[in-house]
């Protein structure tokens, strides 16, 4: 308790000084709680958008597609629906048929990827397929199975409108060259360039009855409701489908089949621990160099104090505390802000879809409104690191104090 109100007393002997550094302490735990959870939300959003036009959180798939994309490599289509279907942690069931091939018009031609979908399905929850994206005309129902909904770019590539034809040529089950007439129902326009300008949405079946087969697609994505639930309901789902589904289907996770975005999150999440190192390590040089301002303005004080009996390790656990309460103070202001901001991001968010629009992560659409969440386990941390960095930062100070001597300094002080 004597080291304590020392201490006490001591840190408030220069007000400013001490007050520079609670705030530099507090700004930059601030700083870094906030960071890491508007961080961790932007993570959750990519991912949110990302599964919902990508390939899910979870996605059946020939064993071979991912890595070969022959437009051969399909499962059917039933069998998947209905092992998914009884499970209540799945909130949406999307198969897809994706065939690459030729789009003519009457005016021109080029390549694109033509998606079989089912739209009921779809409408809900591709966000490539929200109303806001629609530039003109409409997303086709179930029963229009000869209506397509086109990328903006590539119908003015084509030089279509609504209402006029497009034909797909693509090679069939067989390896027989095929085709198929659509009329354009709708135009889109996700923000993604490839998309935009390579991208064909139709019904699945009726393209699938094209393609050979009407219940073959190259995947079933699959939404969960909670995605902390990916692991277990993916261990019951390979267990169910070794009976049920083919041996070439696979179920691979969305860090598999999206693995650039990923991949572009683990980068991030690298770099913003790199700049939370960083900070810390500026803080404690802060934080040493305050110290030292201080050890060497009481010279004689720890003279004094030597001599008249205090040991070096009462001296270093002096100086430890000063530090330790400077620390605790300034931590505990940073994490009180830290809350509050992360607070009001959690509830209010923070919306740059008017600055910068819909964005591109990993060729995947994301929409730029972030939520942040609540890391607890990050936020203590942070915190509890913060006040053991500022802690180190006083061993040094406090060798140079256990160094004075006694005799110099008392002579010094008469």
């Known amino acids: 308790m004597i080291l304590f109100k020392l201490a006490w007393r001591n840190i408030w002997r220069n007000v400013t ?99 079989g979908v089912d739209f009921n399905r779809e409408k809900e929850v591709n966000v490539i397929l929200a109303d806001k994206r629609k530039v003109e005309g409409r997303l086709p129902t179930e029963l229009e199975t000869t209506k397509a909904y086109v990328g903006e770019k590539l119908a003015l590539r084509l030089q279509v409108k609504l209402g006029q034809k497009i034909v797909f040529m693509f090679q069939n089950l067989e390896g027989v060259i095929t085709s198929k007439l659509y009329r354009i129902a709708g135009i889109f326009r996700s923000g993604v360039g490839k998309i935009d300008s390579g991208m064909v949405f139709v019904d699945r079946r009726s393209l699938g009855k094209a393609f050979g087969d009407p219940d073959a697609v190259h995947e079933v994505a699959l939404i969960l409701k909670d995605r902390t639930t990916l692991e277990s309901i993916k261990k019951t789902l390979e267990m169910e489908s070794d009976k049920s589904m083919p041996e070439s289907s696979k179920l691979l996770a969305w860090e598999t089949t999206m693995k650039q975005l990923a991949d572009a999150i683990k980068i991030d999440q ?141 002579r010094s002080y008469q």
């Open 17 to 115: 000084r001490t007050m520079i550094q609670i705030m530099v302490i507090a700004g930059s735990l601030f700083f870094v709680i906030w960071m890491q959870n508007i961080s961790c939300g932007s993570y959750e959003k990519m991912i949110a958008d990302s599964v919902r036009s990508g390939s899910g959180h979870l996605a059946f798939q020939h064993s071979d597609y991912l890595s070969e994309r022959r437009p051969e490599l399909v499962i059917p289509a039933d069998k998947a629906l209905k092992l998914a279907q009884n499970h209540d942690e799945i909130k949406h069931i999307l198969p897809r048929l994706q065939i690459p091939g030729l789009i003519r018009s009457s005016r021109e031609n080029c390549s694109a990827m033509i998606l």
């Open 270 to 410: 690298a770099n913003l621990q790199f700049m939370i190192f960083l900070l810390y390590v500026l803080v404690t040089i802060g934080t040493i160099n305050l110290l030292l301002m201080s050890v060497l303005e009481r010279t004689r004080e720890f003279g004094l104090l030597r001599a008249i009996g205090f040991e070096k390790s009462r001296i270093r656990n002096l100086i430890g505390f000063e530090a330790i309460l400077v620390g605790t103070i300034g931590s505990f202001f940073g994490l009180l802000v830290g809350t509050l901001a992360s607070a009001y991001s959690w509830h209010y968010g923070l919306d740059f879809s008017a600055m910068f629009g819909a964005q591109e992560v990993a060729g995947m659409l994301f929409e730029p409104t972030i939520k942040s969440i609540w890391n607890w386990k990050w936020m203590f941390g942070l915190t509890t690191s913060m006040i053991f960095m500022v802690y180190l930062a006083s061993i040094y100070p406090a060798g140079k104090a256990m160094r004075v001597n006694p005799s110099e300094a008392m």
